[in-house]
């Protein structure tokens, strides 16, 4: 079935310094989304990403959907205490079921202020 | 007002119980999903409705069973608890549209515990 690797796993970072976790999945995806779940809270949308070398910015956070749609990455540029908590990318298969996505394990990023 | 509501937030129970979870979502949407999330944070999909009907059913064991009344709700069963049931369970939603923007709203959990 298909899988969802995100790395990495953990990171620890300085209030300020840059922040990038990766997403590869073992099939092509139709699209990607990212949501975030604050310690304790519950997953909320970042955003979708349907286009094959799309990328999209909030603010500071950057977004890219590879040109083959089978990874995507999420950077965060000067790191605040409110962007803790676990980044999850979510995919849903080419071709397969519109309704289901495939999370991948999250990366918990922590901010020492 | 709450868009995707559970209850309760909190359960604990003995093993062998049985226990219910409700969801209820006020956002207009024709499906909604349940998701385990263990200790380690996986988010695996348990199980999604469309229009009351079961679209996604993974390989979960049969002790759960969910039920969708109508297309504002969807709770899920679960018999003769286990200690590995243990998790905080999502409820989602979302509106299907083929080809377009269709973000899931969680609502805030249940965390089960189960002693």
């Known amino acids: 079935g298909q899988q969802v690797m995100q790395i990495p796993q953990y990171q620890h970072v300085q209030e300020g310094e840059d922040f990038t976790t990766y997403c590869n999945s073992s099939?092509?995806?139709?699209?990607i989304q990212w949501y975030k779940q604050r310690p304790g809270g519950h997953p909320v949308f970042l955003i979708q990403?349907?286009?094959?070398?799309e990328v999209k910015k909030q603010k500071r956070l950057t977004f890219q959907f590879g040109e083959a749609k089978k990874n995507s990455s999420l950077h965060i540029t000067a790191t605040q205490t409110t962007d803790v908590g676990t980044y999850f990318c979510?995919?849903?298969?080419?071709?397969?079921?519109?309704?289901?996505?495939?999370f991948g394990k999250g990366t918990l990023l922590t901010v020492n202020p | 007002d709450t868009a995707v509501s559970q209850t309760p937030k909190y359960l604990v129970t003995q093993m062998g119980n049985d226990k219910s979870i409700k969801c209820e979502q006020n956002?207009?949407?024709?499906?909604m999903y349940w998701y385990k999330q263990d200790s380690k944070k996986f988010l695996k999909i348990m199980f999604s409705?469309?229009?009351?009907?079961?679209?996604i059913n993974e390989t979960v064991p049969n002790r759960f069973s969910p039920k969708s009344p109508d297309k504002a709700h969807l709770n899920l069963h679960i018999n003769s608890l286990e200690l590995g049931d243990s998790a905080v369970y999502f409820c989602?939603?979302?509106?299907?549209?083929?080809?377009?923007?269709?973000?899931?709203?969680f609502g805030p959990g249940t965390r089960l515990t189960v002693l």
């Open positions: 989602a939603s979302s509106h299907y549209l083929a080809g377009a923007y269709n973000e899931q709203f």
């Open positions: 099939t092509t995806l139709s699209n």
């Open positions: 990403l349907v286009k094959s070398g």
């Open positions: 979510a995919g849903k298969n080419s071709g397969g079921s519109n309704y289901k996505l495939t």
């Open positions: 956002l207009g949407h024709d499906t």
């Open positions: 409705y469309n229009n009351k009907e079961l679209i």
